[in-house]
């Protein structure tokens, strides 16, 4: 792997966490993602399934965990599953994780750890004393699910081959944990934003009138893959003058005109975890009056917002609130009117308008993290922040992005060290 060895403590501790929260006799089995085709014979690159990560530290295909806490032999507590490699697989695909490197990634002993054809003779040996099973699924609120993975396709034949047991769904236990970031994830966190922070200082000195928005994706891949990552965390956003108000514009194709404004939402992976940025700057180094009176609204929101990401808040309260604070920025630049405003339908605001997304998800080793929006907010929570301005007939989109860290007695801003403040943007832009 590119980035550098985690501490396996980590993953140790994401199974106990887990174990604390199943039912008495209870079996969980998690899988790896497949290795996704494109055309031919061809493939995508591979992306861990991140429950199966949280959970060992593996980073390899054919990978599958079985834990069974209460099993009467302790050998069976945990058991990890590797793909057995080959000196064909050596030649063709280089190595795979020996039982020893297994064992180091995931604190999971030696003697637990079977190559991935001795399933069967193992589970059958565990399968009977178990009240409950937790398999897998993506519960994921805005998924859209077309693809059968290997975690949907273990439980058909689950249920194929054992119909009696009882099935428990793992996935909201996933939710509740990975909600709360544990102290050794925020650094992998920071990595990922200190990527990123590099990648958009660079950025500064590169963009001026005349470049094409693919250029600049050429430069953020450049410093995102020098620095450890693999690369962007999502399909970057490189928008330019009026692509900025078309929210996810990824084609990234158009050049760069003086006088336009750049929205630039993206975030470096690290470890599989992830950055979530959006910075909006001037092509040509300096804010137009108008352009700077937008850029100031949807900073002031920001911060405002940030105000609010706290203990103990709702998602929904917080929503409504920051919805507040960007109306009457609205107001203020002309754009809504204040008596249609305090006579709206409060179930269709009219800031939606200008500002038609959310402004917080929770980030993590999912950019759209898993967690639960009934759950009041609690420290090790991490939210991204980004409030925006999009006015299609003035070709110009501002959205601001940091990533912030629930504490005890409000939150840490994970990206207070990448430049946000309108005049600091000008100065490192005219450097
Ligand atoms: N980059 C995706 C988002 O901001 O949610
Ligand atoms: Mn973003
Ligand atoms: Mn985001």
Redesign the pocket.
Known sequence: MRYLPIDNQLFSQNRQRLTNLLKPKSLVVVNANDIMPTNADGTMGFRQNNDLFYLTGVDQEETRLVLFPEHPDPKFREILFLRETSELIEIWEGHKLTKTEAEQTTGIPQKQIYWTHQFEQVFIQLVFEADYVYLNTNEHTRAGIEVQTQDARYIVEFRQKYPLHHLERLAPLMHYLRAIKQPMEIPLIQTAIDITNKMFRRLLGFIKPGVWEYEIEAEMMHEFIKNRSRGA??TP?IASGANACVLHYIDNSQQCQDGDVILL?I?AEYANYNA?M?RSVPVNGRFTTRQRAVYDAVLRVMNEAKQMLRPGNLWDDYHREVGKVMESELIGLGLLDRDKVANQDLDAPLYKKYFM?GTS?FLGLD??DVGNKYRKMEPGMVF?V?PGIYIREEKLGIRL?NNVVITESGNTDLMANIPVEADEIEELMNK
């Open positions: 965390a999502y956003i939402d975030g979530d959006t997304h998800h950019v759209h991204t980004e992005e």
